[in-house]
């Protein structure tokens, strides 16, 4: 019966506008670009979701997830060297430097940060990554205890059989902010780039890069947003 009913039928005939397909992620040797998830109107939970309305209204289609067949989960060995430049932003990753820290903090900017047993805050506003070797099952805990755990290695030698056997996501960059690279990375910017700041980088010298990325209308969000496949 309800194949009959003229909102099912107008909800059924509107769903190619508001779906989207999954996108793959792209492996390439060691490394990975993640993928995005894709959406699929559920016809009947959003015809009952609406069904009081009488008439068809978008804002309260129901949505599935579907998930890329080569995802960045069953990929957890490969490394991320760059975000999927479909989600319109960059990231950065910060080397523990208090100045810089507090320059994103009071600036609204939102950043990743490399932490050790000594570094770790609870109350830091920004996302921190467990960069402790000889502690890391410890700053784990106070990680789990005290923030939303993102599970990102930014791995090295040193780190990543360790970041491995822990199940993390792998993250790498070559783009490296420093007082000598900042004419590079501002000529350079794309959606999907992960920077890392070197500590006593010069405020000055960040600002420059991040108007670049405001000029070129990019988002600028932690870590574990830019590397997950959802789509919002």
């Known amino acids: 019966m309800l194949e009959q009913n003229e909102l099912y039928k107008n909800i059924k005939n509107e769903i190619s506008n508001y779906e989207i397909k999954p996108t793959e992620a792209i492996v390439s040797g060691e490394y990975i670009i993640p993928g995005l998830n894709g959406k699929k109107v559920n016809i009947k939970d959003s015809y009952y979701n609406m069904k009081e309305f009488g008439d068809f209204n978008s804002l309260y289609l129901i949505y599935d997830v579907i998930y890329p067949s080569n995802s960045l989960e069953n990929n957890k060995d490969k490394i991320i060297n760059e975000g999927n430049k479909g989600k319109n932003s960059v990231s950065f990753i910060l080397e523990y430097d208090k100045n810089i820290i507090d320059f994103f903090i009071n600036n609204g900017i939102d950043a990743s940060v490399l932490v050790d047993i000594n570094t770790f805050s609870k109350d830091n506003k ?24 993102s599970n990102i290695c930014f791995v090295n030698k040193e780190n990543e059989s360790l970041c491995k056997e822990n199940k993390k996501y792998l993250v790498t960059t070559e783009k490296i902010v420093n007082n000598n690279t900042i004419i590079n990375i501002k000529n350079n910017i794309s959606s999907g780039n992960i920077y890392k700041v070197e500590k006593n980088t010069d405020i000055s010298d960040i600002k420059i890069i991040i108007n670049s990325i ?3 209308d990019l988002d600028i969000v932690r870590l574990s947003k830019l590397i997950s496949e959802e789509i919002s």
């Open 214 to 216: 405001l000029y070129k």
């Open 126 to 149: 920004l996302e921190q990554i467990n960069n402790d070797i000889n502690n890391f099952n410890n700053l784990e805990a106070l990680l789990n205890k005290y923030t939303n755990n």
